[in-house]
């Protein structure tokens, strides 16, 4: 089974507005961190959020917050006020336990803002 | 957070040869590692490079073709040896920062295109 599911693999938002994007995981290690990354054109993978098992607020970095649901094995990014600057891949991403080998990623969603 | 260079930012090689990428951080880490990215696809941990002995590799990656060297915390090299085509993909160097495992980094990446 994937551990990490990411249904959406295009997506387009009107700049200003806010959209979500989808990931969902499969572990049954009680313990296991989240992780979103953006990575536009030029390769490179920048780190957004962090989301831990056992946090009990939804993370929240700037305009990004991720929204936890443990019992539907959620973890969706939300980007608020979108800017042509967030088009990019975005990947889900979650570590087990701790387990720095088992970091696995979802098959990422590319995200068009429109002016 | 941890700053990450990667060194060289993006080759074309021919098939046969090989190509030693090199990775920075500019402070001391317990965790590297190194990714790969083939065309489309998401990430692929190759291996996690250890500190002063062998790197621990992931199925499907050997020493022989990838190998790996750590000789201090803030420096790794990933070499692709005997290159073919299908190891054209981004290589990326990746490091958890000392005192933090709730953040993982990802370096800008090495864009490889072998002939």
């Known amino acids: 089974a994937q551990k990490i599911t990411q249904t959406q693999p295009g997506m387009f938002v009107q700049e200003k507005e806010a959209v979500t994007l989808d990931c969902t995981y499969d572990t049954s290690d009680p313990s296991y961190g989240l992780f979103w990354y953006k990575q536009p054109s030029s390769g490179e993978m920048i780190f957004l959020i962090y989301?831990?098992?056992?946090?009990?607020q939804n993370a929240t970095e700037g305009r990004y917050s991720l929204n936890f649901q443990k019992a539907r094995k959620s973890a969706n990014l939300v980007i608020s006020a979108s800017q042509l600057g967030d088009s990019a891949m975005y990947f889900c991403a979650m570590r087990e336990g701790g387990n720095f080998n088992k970091f696995y990623f979802g098959s990422g969603t590319k995200l068009n803002v429109k002016p | 957070s941890a700053v990450i260079s990667q060194k060289p930012s993006r080759d074309i090689c021919q098939r046969g040869t090989s190509l030693t990428i090199q990775c920075q951080v500019d402070?001391?880490?317990?965790?590297m590692f190194w990714y790969r990215q083939q065309p489309g696809q998401s990430l692929t941990l190759i291996a996690t490079?250890?500190?002063?002995?062998?790197?621990?590799?992931e199925s499907g990656f050997v020493i022989d073709k990838f190998p790996i060297s750590r000789p201090n915390l803030t420096f790794s090299t990933l070499t692709v040896s005997n290159m073919s085509p299908e190891d054209s993909s981004i290589y990326l160097c990746s490091v958890v920062a000392s005192g933090s495992s709730n953040e993982q980094f990802f370096g800008p990446g090495t864009r490889l295109t072998v002939l």
């Open positions: 989301q831990g098992s056992y946090d009990q």
């Open positions: 490079a250890n500190q002063g002995s062998e790197a621990t590799y």
């Open positions: 402070s001391q880490v317990t965790m």
